[in-house]
C-alpha cells in the first residue's frame, strides 16, 4: 500500500527552481530519516539529500550549495527546494523515510509514484 505522495515537479528551464514536497504515513516519517532520490532515464535511482530526525542534513555532491532538504514534522512532509537547476537534474524524484542505514541504501520495499523534473536548456 503506497504511503508516500509526492508533488511540486514540472518543467522548468535550466537557473530555475522548483519545490518538491512528500507527504507520508507517519509509520514511515515519524522519528525516521526522510530522504529524497532520484531516477534519470536508463540510469539508477540515486539518493539525492537526506535529512535525520533531528534534522541534520547530508547531501549527494551533484546537488551540493543547490538544493536544500527540510521537514515539518507537524505534517508528516519533506520538502526539497532545488534552485539553479540544469537538464541534468531531469529525472523522477520520489522520497522515503527509515532507519539511516535503510534511507542511505535506498532499500524499500515500496516507493510513491514519484513527480516528474524536467529542466530544459
Known amino acids: 500500500q503506497v504511503q508516500l505522495v509526492e508533488s511540486g515537479g514540472g518543467l522548468v528551464q535550466a537557473g530555475g527552481s522548483l519545490r518538491l514536497s512528500c507527504i507520508a504515513s507517519?509509520?514511515?516519517?515519524?522519528?525516521?530519516?526522510m530522504a529524497w532520490y532520484r531516477q534519470a532515464p536508463g540510469k539508477q535511482r540515486e539518493m539525492v539529500a537526506f535529512?535525520?530526525?533531528?534534522?541534520?542534513?547530508s547531501y549527494a555532491d551533484s546537488v551540493k550549495g543547490r538544493f536544500t532538504i527540510s521537514r515539518d514534522n507537524a505534517k508528516n512532509t519533506v520538502f526539497l527546494q532545488m534552485n539553479s537547476l540544469k537538464p541534468d537534474d531531469t529525472a523522477v524524484y520520489y522520497c522515503?523515510?527509515?532507519?539511516?542505514?535503510?534511507?542511505?541504501?535506498?532499500?524499500?520495499?515500496?516507493w510513491g509514484q514519484g513527480t516528474q523534473v524536467t529542466v530544459s536548456s
Open positions: 535529512i535525520n530526525s533531528g534534522g541534520s542534513t
Open positions: 522515503n523515510g527509515g532507519q539511516l542505514m535503510r534511507v542511505l541504501a535506498g532499500s524499500f520495499h515500496s
Open positions: 507517519g509509520s514511515i516519517f515519524s522519528g525516521n530519516a
